[in-house]
């Protein structure tokens, strides 16, 4: 079968295609059950036009049997595309939930404007629609014209007053639409701004608390969350005014069609049966129009969530699961690599270009704002606006699969961030725990006799975002981290910033022992400690490399040209030595 256009425009919307089939079994549940509805109307024909008529009572035992049998029916068939659509909401949520993960957390690394805790909330909702009410709205619809086109088989006049209703109710829901869609596209919006600012200000609640800031940021949070009140109420308003309208409409046209029908029946146009069933009739054929109504706020909520799933999907695309490759040694190299960021004129690093060979320890210095961060999440790949070339053994390092690559690389950020969880489970990156490995990376950073000293050892939970810890225990459990399973690149930023003299000695004795296994290390440090276990120096100022080399030679270098500029205009700060 020839896949439509619509299908056509997206990942997500060939993922929808591909539950096709599905959809059709509900599609045919719903004709069956709807043709069925019929059922009450030819009952009601039947009892009062023949059993009424001809006092049968064999006949009234027939027909009620065979009604109550198409109503079994009806209700399995209710039943089925129901239970159908739930299965299916779960596969849906299987299919898209790790690739929405993926993209959602790609979008967050790439600060793209895309909300990635929006998209989550976006799946639910197209899920939720797709499983729910609201879809069977659409299924039923189609149906309306055939209870209309009986209706007229009745009487010409109780099709047209059907047409009529159906037209109001149309009518209505377009009006709905043209009101709501806005204002409740703004209110959402408006809500998450309100719930990203209190998510961002709790997670600070000491600092707040501490400095008595509470009372200013109420005052922030006040006027987001009576901007997102507004727009709320504003959209609710409109909906209400069209729900009271359609319940107008929906209690006239029950008593006006009965109206109409007795009107017929006093002309001698119809009979009385035919008066009762056509009233049932329009009710039925009205029903699904109703629904719609009632479930167009969902609707239009699930379309932007769905297209806002679509741009999400296609900015970031899945990555190519078959590039397999060999483990990397940890040979760098950047050619003219140039970092930018939105709303920033100059590059924050400019034209940087260096070789660095597997096994050596880099320390990578320069002064606050030099661009040192920036140069660290280039080398592991994360800094999203980069050009020119960065090649992990010779190939362009984002050309890799990250999950392929995680674990031949090692990173501490500057600011540390654990997860919710055991120590032995953040050390081990929340993979599947190797005890030997964990141990290993615990005992490079002189971390296992104090782990040992929880009285869960390894088994601690170290609470939200290691709460439990302190500043310099946080640091050197993601040191253990950075260093588990003896990554082929270790990039450290800053990892002594918390640490006292023995923290800083266990540092510098993981990163020798990584030196003495060949592992590459740049360090990120303002501290000489660095230097000591430093082969090769990378100076930074203002985004440029203003040395780069052995660090014997780049040391001698530098102290040369301070003894001359003390000369020129006395003393001075000493530059970095070698302990
Ligand atoms: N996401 C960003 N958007 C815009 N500018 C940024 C961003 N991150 C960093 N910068 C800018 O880039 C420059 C270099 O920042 P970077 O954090 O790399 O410096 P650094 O040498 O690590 O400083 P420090 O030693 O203080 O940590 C700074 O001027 C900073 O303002």
């Not at 990163?511 to 120096?537: E, N, Y």
Request: one cysteine or more; glycine letters at 8%; aromatic letters at 8%.
């Amino acid at each position: 079968m020839k896949t439509p256009t619509f299908f056509q425009r997206s990942e997500l919307a060939a993922t929808l295609w591909s539950f096709r089939r599905e959809f059709a079994i509900v599609g045919l549940f719903s004709a069956v059950a709807n043709l069925l509805m019929l059922t009450p109307t030819i009952y009601m024909l039947q009892v009062y036009d023949r059993v009424l008529v001809s006092h049968s009572e064999l006949t009234l035992l027939a027909v009620s049997l065979i009604c109550l049998f198409l109503f079994a029916v009806m209700a399995m068939s209710e039943w089925t595309r129901s239970r159908l659509l739930v299965r299916t909401g779960v596969r849906l949520d299987e299919q898209l939930g790790t690739r929405v993960f993926n993209a959602s957390f790609e979008a967050y690394l790439d600060s793209s404007g895309l909300s990635p805790q929006r998209a989550f909330n976006d799946l639910l909702q197209v899920r939720q629609f797709l499983t729910g009410q609201g879809i069977f709205a659409f299924f039923d619809a189609p149906w309306t014209p055939i209870y209309i086109a009986v209706s007229f088989a009745l009487h010409p006049l109780l099709g047209i007053l059907a047409i009529v209703f159906a037209i109001v109710q149309v009518g209505l829901a377009w009006f709905g639409h043209r009101h709501t869609v806005a204002p409740s596209e703004e209110a959402v919006k408006a809500n998450l701004e309100v719930n990203l600012f209190l998510q961002g200000k709790l997670r600070n609640s000491e600092t707040l608390e501490a400095m008595g800031m509470v009372r200013n940021l109420q005052q922030r949070w006040r006027e987001r969350h009576v901007r997102a009140l507004a727009r709320q109420t504003q959209s609710q308003a409109v909906s209400n005014r069209v729900t009271a309208w359609s319940k107008f409409v929906r209690y006239s046209q029950q008593s006006l069609s009965l109206g109409a029908g007795a009107l017929l029946v006093i002309d001698g146009q119809l009979s009385p049966g035919a008066m009762i069933a056509a009233n049932v009739l329009m009710n039925r054929a009205l029903a699904p129009i109703d629904m719609m109504v009632s479930s167009w706020r969902s609707f239009i909520g699930a379309r932007a969530a769905f297209e806002r799933l679509e741009k999400l999907l296609g900015t970031f695309p899945e990555r190519d699961p078959a590039l397999t490759r060999v483990a990397p040694t940890g040979e760098i190299t950047l050619r003219g690599v140039e970092a930018t960021a939105p709303r920033r004129e100059a590059p924050i690093l400019k034209k940087i270009n260096f070789a660095i060979p597997a096994g050596t320890v880099v320390a990578v210095l320069g002064p606050s704002g030099s661009g040192k961060s920036t140069l660290a999440r280039t080398l592991v790949g994360i800094w999203p606006d980069v050009s020119g070339e960065v090649l992990l053994d010779g190939s362009p390092i984002e050309g890799w699969n990250r999950l392929e690559l995680g674990p031949h690389l090692g990173y501490l950020p500057q600011d540390v961030e654990l997860f919710d969880g055991t120590i032995a489970e953040n050390i081990a990156r929340f993979s599947e725990i190797d005890s030997e490995k964990v141990i290993t990376a615990a005992r490079i950073t002189g971390l296992h006799e104090s782990i040992l000293r929880f009285p869960k050892g390894y088994d601690t939970p170290i609470g939200e975002a290691g709460s439990v810890l302190s500043g310099g225990q946080r640091q050197r459990i993601a040191l253990a981290r950075a260093v588990y399973g003896d990554p082929a690149l270790v990039v450290l930023d800053e990892p002594n910033a918390n640490l006292d003299d023995a923290g800083e000695a266990a540092l510098m004795n993981a990163v020798a022992q990584l030196k003495a296994k060949g592992k590459t290390v740049f360090i990120v440090s303002h501290r000489p400690g660095a230097l000591a276990v430093a082969d090769w120096i990378l100076a930074l100022n203002n985004g440029e490399v203003v040395a780069n080399g052995p660090r014997d030679l780049v040391t001698q270098f530098a102290r040369r040209q301070h003894m001359a500029a003390q000369s020129d205009t006395g003393s001075g700060p000493l530059p970095p030595q070698p302990a």
